[in-house]
């Protein structure tokens, strides 16, 4: 008599909930093994005195992907959580007067555009176009491949639609080529902050991150991000997935040539086959022994991280007047703070920052009349991190912000809570206490990352944003998808189990 096929998840960050969810509505037992006490992974949130913080993303970008993930089991996101357009999308800080609020309406951001340089209007409308162009056979042709091998990249539209896709151009160059004014250029090579990359290194490809920000909007779901987490946990439950807490997994044992089973501090749990939604540095490093790893340490110090973040949550007794949902502070130059974030790692000394208020939009993260902030300054991957110097970014970046502001903000702080590498190394095992993963160079692209697949053992999986399709929310979402596509091609149902188990 067959049994089911049992999977095991480690992580339930978005990869891993993908991944087990789509797992369980493909006929797999799932078991989901979560290090910390609670789930979400870099997404995760917490309460403190009234106010609500999510700890990692803050934004909403392209729709398309979650409304797609939850209609694969006949679910709608408005089934889960209440989604927000925001208006204006986003504000961007130059100088105290010198402040563009981004409308999400096309129309007043043409015009807004055309106030700036004449005749750029026109020109976002040629780039946007190109840019949808990208989106279309990115999302749809490039992003769901495991990157595998290179046959899978044969297909007409691609090979067609080549030169259309700008592979080789850097962001920098595919955008001067369209504007000149450096406001315009600095709003558009923005979205390169997400990849990890500098506007140099990063492939023109990922113009389509300004289709998913201008033309798809900005969006909030209210009550915070960790609102897309519950709504996964529960269709994951729906499913028939199981979600352990406080179940790190200490050790991946191999029998045969093949995984059987991963070692918790007090229990050990047997399977058929295992998805890393962790760490895939940590995993391969640490949880399995080293004849069975694919990559040595050269290998992974070679790689281009993208940057760690200096986090700041903070609860504020008042409400801040004019402040933005969310504001980017480019105040100070964007080319110097990268120069310390990768060419010769350092931390910052003029760096650019974030804020993120979400209590502007969502009066319940806070206490009536109080305002919640969210402050992230982008730091080079492996630096030596301290209170002494979260304490000096601390200040430097409340001083920046109550000047742009023209308020007092510090004396007003009523909670305040730091989180930096060595944060994300404990929390989630980080490489380098890396916040996003990898870059998305040129060289660190499709099946130049980390492979989804373990090469020395066949069922062994990863997903997440250290490989296949890269970081950041949507890309994560989709990893999980494909993966258990690839589990389901190799893993046969059909076939009886290896080992007599439970979970």
Partial sequence: MSKKKKIIVIGSGFSGLSAATSLAQK??????????????????????????????????????????YFQKFGKKVSDYYELKRLDPSYRVCFAKDDIIDLPAR?????????????????????????????????????????????????DKRVITGALQLHLLKSMRKYIRSFFKNPKLRKLMEFPVLFLGGTPENTPALYSLMNYADISLGTWYPMGGMHKIIEGMVKLAKEMGVQII??????????????????????KEYFFD???????????????????????????????????????????????????????????????????????????????????????VTDPSVAPEGMENLFLLMPTAPGLEDNDEQRERYYHLLLDRLEKFTG????????????????????????????????????????????????????????????????????????????????????????KPNLYENTI
């Fill in 106 to 154: 096309m129309s007043q951001l043409i015009d807004l555009f055309e106030s700036i340089e004449k005749g750029s209007g026109e020109k976002l409308k040629q780039f946007l176009k190109e840019s949808k162009y990208k989106y279309e056979v990115g999302m749809n042709d490039l992003v769901f491949k495991p990157g595998l091998s290179l046959t899978e990249f044969i």
């Fill in 273 to 359: 086959a295992i998805v890393a939604g962790a760490d895939y540095h940590h995993v391969e490093q640490k949880l399995i022994d080293p004849e069975f790893r694919r990559y040595d340490k050269n290998y992974w110090d070679k790689r281009d991280m993208a940057p760690s973040s200096l986090l700041f949550y903070l609860g504020i007794n008042k409400k801040i007047e004019g402040i933005k949902h969310h504001s980017l502070f480019f105040d100070e130059d964007f080319d110097g703070h990268a120069h310390d974030l990768y060419t010769k790692p350092k931390w910052p000394e003029k760096p650019l920052f974030y804020v993120c208020a979400p209590s």
């Fill in 407 to 494: 308020q007092k903000i510090k004396e007003h702080v009523v909670y305040k809570r730091s989180y930096a590498l060595t944060d994300f190394v404990e929390d989630y095992n980080a490489f380098k206490g890396n916040a996003y993963g990898l870059a998305n160079t040129l060289k660190q692209t499709a099946i130049l990352k980390p492979s989804m697949k373990s090469k020395k053992l066949p069922n062994l999986y990863f997903t997440g944003q250290l490989t296949v399709p890269g970081p950041g929310v949507p890309p994560s979402l989709i990893s999980g998808q494909i993966v258990a596509d690839l589990v389901q091609k190799e893993i046969k149902l059909a």
């Fill in 245 to 266: 807490c406080d179940a790190e997994v200490k050790k991946i044992n191999v029998k045969n040539g093949r995984t059987f089973s991963a070692s918790t501090k007090d």
């Fill in 27 to 68: 006929g797999y037992e799932v078991c989901i093994l979560e290090k910390n006490s609670t789930v979400g992974g870099r997404a995760r949130s917490f309460s403190s005195k009234g106010f609500t913080f999510d700890m990692g993303p803050s934004w909403y970008w392209m729709p398309d992907v979650f409304e797609n």
